[in-house]
């Protein structure tokens, strides 16, 4: 183990603690009352391919300058706090504009079981959304096409890109509820893009962990603290 990467140790931490929430999740049922859609991301196989992908994107990630996903390096302030802040600041902003009767939201764990629940997706969703995404196209732009040059560049379009991902969903879902105002969705694709792109940034400057600390503290605002009054 000690001949492993200080990134790979610390995704397979991550991975670990996925498995003790699926596990959690499964055992006290806490997914019975979510839509299909979500159900099927509470399993096994789907977190296997995720630990899969993630895996690579360790792997590229090593190999595309990105910094270990708990970087020794980097000042604890841009590790932990200033993620921490922006995750809070995206997560009350959106309360604050109303976003919560807005966007789709389905029904989902009441507390304490949103806890396992949420901080399971945001760990599920980083993998996906930036882990994973990022480094390949990161590896894909600048060292396959590029010979290796360009790589800054290169990393800001594949946040830009990857940030994509989530927005466009959540448009996708307005629309088919039949939310069909021009405003509403063009602040909610940006707001949703820019918290994304800070992401993205993140994890270029500072590493994965301060990406996946910036969507768990978006989630307890914008999921688990207002799920303890249902």
Do not use: K
Not at 6 to 27: E, K, N
Not at 36 to 53: C, E, F, H, K, Y
Not at 106 to 119: D, G
Request: net charge neutral; proline share 7%.
């Amino acid at each position: 183990m000690s001949r492993l990467s200080p990134s790979i140790r610390a995704y397979a931490g991550i991975v670990v603690a996925l498995a003790v929430l699926l596990t959690i999740i499964r055992a006290f049922e806490i997914d019975t009352t979510t839509p299909i859609v979500q159900r099927s991301q509470l399993t096994v196989p789907v977190l296997l391919v995720a630990a899969t992908l993630g895996l690579l994107g360790v792997c590229l990630s090593e190999r595309t300058g990105f910094p270990d996903i708990w970087d020794a390096g980097v000042p604890i302030t841009h590790r932990l706090l200033i993620p921490l802040l922006l995750g809070m600041a995206f997560g009350l902003g959106f309360r604050l504009l109303g976003f919560g009767q807005l966007l789709p939201s389905p029904e989902q764990p009441s507390f304490p079981a949103s806890i396992p629940y949420f901080l399971y997706g945001a760990g599920l969703s980083e993998i996906l959304l930036r882990l994973f995404p990022m480094p390949l196209l990161v590896w894909l732009i600048s060292d396959l096409l590029l010979g290796g040059r360009a790589q800054e560049s290169a990393s800001w379009g594949a946040a830009g890109l990857s940030s994509l991902i989530e927005p466009l969903s959540q448009v996708g879902a307005m629309l088919i509820l039949g939310i069909d105002s021009l405003p509403w969705i063009g602040t909610v694709f940006v707001l949703v893009f820019a918290a994304n792109l800070a992401q993205g940034r993140l994890f270029r400057a500072h590493g994965f962990g301060a990406s996946l600390v910036i969507r768990l503290a978006f989630y307890v605002v914008w999921h688990i603290i207002p799920a303890m009054a249902i």
